[in-house]
C-alpha cells in the first residue's frame, strides 16, 4: 500500500542534542499526525497538525505542516533519554477512502546518556 | 482522549490454530481499525470495524483469516486464524479519536512456532 517517506530512518546522537525528522508524500492531506512507540506498547500521539502552515508545539517538540501539505516536519530539542523510540508520521487525506491513515516507515532514535 | 484496552498483551501459538483478540474502548466509537506490524516495519491496516456491519478489509487481507467482530460501539475482537509464523506480528486495535488523533491500544504481540 501506499507509504510516506520519512527520513532518516534511525539516528544515534547524544543527549542534549536536537533532532529533526521529516516525512514526505506525492499526495496532499489535510491531517499530519506524529506518534511515537516505544518497545512493547502501541504508538501515542504526539502532535497533530490540520492546517497548512500550521506550527505546533508539545514541550521539546515542534512540528510543522508543510505549505504544500505534501510533507512535515518533527523537531525534538534538547533530547534526553527517554526520546528513545520509534517517531512514525502519518498523512490523512479529507474524505471517503483518503481518510485512511498513511504511515511513515519510522524513525528509530538512540540517544547516548 | 479514549482508553484502549486490549488482551492479550502477548501470546505463543502453535501453528494451524486460532487467536481471538478483545480491544474495548472507554467510550462509544462509530469505526475501529486493526493493525498489524510485523518485526521492525510500521502499521498496516488490516480492516475496519463498523458497528452493525460487515468489517471493511484491505488488500491483502481477508475475513476468512482475519474474522473480525464488532457487537456494539464499545467493543471488537480480532481472530487470526489458521495461524502460520508469518503472522508473527503485533496486532494494534485503534479509533478515531476527535482532536485526538487516533489512539492505539498497547498491542498484542504474537509469536507462531
Known amino acids: 500500500g501506499q507509504q510516506l517517506n520519512q527520513s532518516p530512518q534511525s539516528m544515534f546522537i547524544q543527549e542534549g542534542e536536537d533532532v529533526s525528522m521529516n516525512c514526505t508524500s506525492s499526495s496532499i492531506f489535510n491531517t499530519w499526525l506524529w506518534y511515537k512507540q516505544d518497545p512493547g506498547e502501541g504508538p501515542v500521539l504526539l502532535i497533530a497538525l490540520y492546517k497548512a502552515g500550521e506550527l505546533t508545539s508539545n514541550g521539546r517538540l515542534t512540528a510543522q505542516f508543510g505549505i504544500t501539505r505534501k510533507d512535515s516536519f518533527l523537531n525534538i530539542s534538547a533530547s534526553i533519554p527517554s526520546d528513545v523510540g520509534i517517531y512514525f508520521c502519518a498523512g490523512q487525506g479529507s474524505a471517503g477512502n483518503n481518510r485512511k491513515l498513511i504511515w511513515g516507515l519510522g524513525t528509530s532514535l538512540a540517544v547516548n546518556p | 482522549s479514549a482508553v484502549i484496552s486490549q488482551k492479550p498483551s502477548r501470546d505463543i501459538c502453535q501453528r494451524g490454530t486460532s487467536l481471538t483478540i478483545q480491544c474495548q474502548v472507554d467510550?462509544?466509537?462509530?469505526?475501529m481499525f486493526w493493525y498489524r506490524q510485523q518485526p521492525g516495519q510500521s502499521l498496516t491496516l488490516i480492516a475496519t470495524a463498523n458497528q452493525g456491519s460487515e468489517a471493511t478489509y484491505e488488500s491483502g487481507f481477508v475475513i476468512d483469516k482475519f474474522p473480525i467482530s464488532r457487537p456494539n460501539l464499545t467493543f471488537s475482537t480480532l481472530t487470526v486464524s489458521n495461524m502460520s509464523p508469518e503472522d508473527s506480528s503485533i496486532y494494534l486495535c485503534?479509533?478515531?479519536?476527535?482532536?485526538?488523533?487516533?489512539?492505539f491500544g498497547s498491542g498484542t504481540r504474537l509469536t507462531v512456532v
Open positions: 467510550s462509544q466509537v462509530t469505526m
Open positions: 485503534s479509533v478515531e479519536d476527535h482532536s485526538y488523533g487516533y489512539t
